[in-house]
């Protein structure tokens, strides 16, 4: 049988922000302690590494975790498609 992993570390993610529109995206690197974690963040242009982030997961209300970077990359452009992009 094969165990699940369980958790947001190494989650890929896209963060909305109030109004809905798509604001940040990243990967969770590590969980630091009760419900903090460190994320990464890239950039819109190139994709390059942006920063580290020291984050509570009650900023993560608005975000969509994704497995695996293939079904992060597929959403990211539907849904910078259904809109005119990140702020």
Do not use: H
Request: contains cysteine; charged residues 25%; positive net charge.
């Amino acid at each position: 049988m094969v165990k699940k992993k369980v958790g947001i570390v190494g989650k890929w993610f896209l963060a909305f922000n109030q109004e809905g529109r798509l604001d940040l995206q990243g990967r969770v690197l590590e969980k630091m302690k009760n419900g903090i974690y460190l994320i990464e963040t890239y950039s819109w242009n190139d994709g390059q590494v942006l920063d580290e982030r020291i984050i509570s997961v009650d900023q993560m209300c608005n975000w969509r975790l994704y497995p695996d970077f293939e079904t992060f990359g597929l959403r990211a452009q539907q849904y910078l498609k259904s809109e005119s992009g990140p702020n």
